[in-house]
Structures are given as structure tokens and as C-alpha cells.
């Protein structure tokens, strides 16, 4: 909000993005909707629109700020009761099925990391809270209770420590991997270079050129020159869908 804010255009026409967000969770809690999907074959199929559909494309969407305008757009749309974007979307990015699917290595790994129970608890804790709420990182927590057998155990996630050197790349727009969280999963390291990358998001290694120049050093053990990089804010306005 802090960075729409910046931008007045943006600012007037989102004054209160979660408030957005959550009166469109609330419709749709309260009435889910049923839209015709067209398929590649000219047919169409139907599909029950839930609050939980718009959280998980909304949390896959907003690692990066260049998806904002996208995001902002669609809640926007559902507020008014529209649907050409989401229906968009969904032809997109979800596949309308009645199975349901994984692909082996990434659930793997996934549910072999886990979680801990305090980290569950503190999940569960802010869970009400939350906008994007449990989807941000599904499949996980959700399959805890299947493949128990792939889980590596609290020591596998016990805080690092060493010295090796490490060069932290820090997006300040990054809503995958935050930057609290960030600072928790290095701060058992002694030799850590962190570059803070301003208005980049959590894919940010192409950004700039920067950036590359940057890690190019850190990987011939030369001084990295900066320690903030600063990239033009996204628009917030910006809709590929133009409405």
C-alpha cells in the first residue's frame, strides 16, 4: 500500500487494497460464483468461483510488483461484479478438472522441508489475518498429514550457521520470500553481503544490470560496490487485460 501510495493516480484509485481484497472474499464466501469456462475445443466448462481460487492466484501473482496492476485490476473487476478477467485467468492457469495432481519432485521437497510445530502455530495464528491466506505456499502446510514418511525432522530445519561468504539479494517488493524472513534465515551466518534491491520483486536477477554486475564480483571475491540498487517503481495501473 505504502508504494501505490506513491504513485497519486494509483493511490486514488486503491486507497485501501486489503479492505478490496477482503470485501471480495467476503462476497464470495457468502456466494460463490458459477462461470462457463471456454475450452480450447469451443465448448465451455463449468467452474464454482471461491475465495480460495482468487487467494492462490493472487499469491502466486504478487511475488513479482510488475503483476500488481494485474491483481489490482482483477479484485477491482470482481468488486463490480465482472468476471472477464478472472475468466482469463482461469483458462490460463487452472486446469478445470476433477483430479487433482502433483508433480513428484517439487511436492518431494516440499513436504520432505515440512515445517515445525512452532512455526505451524504461528502460521495458523496469523492465518485470520492474512488476505492471501493459506495459498501463498500451497501445496504446504496443507499435505502434512500425507507422506509423513519423506519428512527430514526438526534437525534438518534448525538454523544455519558457517562462514561462508553469501550474497543476499534483497527485493523490497518481494511478497514470496519477505524480507524478515530473509534476515531470520541468514542471521546464523557471519560473512553475508546484502544488497538491497529497491522496488524489485522476488525474480530479480535480470532486473538490472546491476544486479549481475554485482554478483559477478561476489563470485571473483571482489568488493561489491553497492549495497542499494534502485529500479523504477512499476506502475500500479498497468493492466495487460486494459480495464
Known amino acids: 500500500q505504502d508504494a501505490i501510495n506513491a504513485q497519486p493516480a494509483a493511490a486514488a484509485a486503491y486507497p485501501d487494497v486489503v479492505g478490496l481484497m477482503r470485501r471480495v472474499h467476503d462476497r464470495l464466501d457468502e456466494a460463490p460464483v458459477l462461470l462457463d469456462i471456454p475450452q480450447d475445443d469451443g465448448t465451455t466448462r463449468a467452474f464454482m468461483l471461491q475465495r480460495r481460487d482468487v487467494q492462490a492466484l493472487a499469491g502466486g501473482a504478487l511475488a513479482d510488483p510488475t503483476n500488481v496492476g494485474l491483481v489490482l485490476a482483477l479484485y477491482s473487476e470482481l468488486d463490480r461484479g465482472e468476471y472477464v478477467i478472472m475468466t482469463a485467468l482461469?483458462?490460463?492457469?487452472?486446469d478445470i478438472r476433477e483430479t487433482i495432481d502433483f508433480r513428484a519432485m517439487p511436492l518431494?521437497?516440499?513436504?520432505?522441508?515440512?515445517?515445525?510445530?512452532?512455526?505451524?502455530?504461528?502460521?495458523n495464528a496469523q492465518l485470520p489475518q492474512s488476505p492471501i491466506g493459506a495459498f501463498l505456499n500451497a501445496p504446504m502446510p496443507q499435505l502434512l498429514p500425507v507422506l509423513t514418511e519423506l519428512d527430514l525432522g526438526d534437525d534438518f530445519r534448525t538454523q544455519l550457521?558457517?562462514?561462508?561468504?553469501?550474497?543476499?539479494?534483497?527485493?523490497?517488493?518481494?511478497?514470496?520470500t519477505y524480507i524478515e524472513g530473509q534476515a531470520e534465515a541468514v542471521q546464523g551466518l557471519s560473512d553475508v553481503t546484502q544488497i538491497t534491491i529497491h522496488n524489485a520483486g522476488h525474480n530479480l536477477f535480470m532486473l538490472s544490470p546491476d544486479i549481475q554486475n554485482a554478483m559477478h564480483a561476489f563470485m571473483q571475491d571482489e568488493a561489491v560496490a553497492d549495497s542499494d540498487i534502485w529500479l523504477d517503481a512499476p506502475d500500479f495501473l498497468a493492466n495487460p487485460f486494459g480495464r
Open 90 to 94: 482461469i483458462q490460463r492457469f487452472m
Open 161 to 176: 550457521s558457517g562462514e561462508t561468504p553469501v550474497l543476499l539479494l534483497t527485493g523490497t517488493l518481494d511478497s514470496r
Open 108 to 123: 518431494a521437497m516440499d513436504r520432505a522441508s515440512g515445517i515445525t510445530e512452532e512455526r505451524l502455530a504461528l502460521f
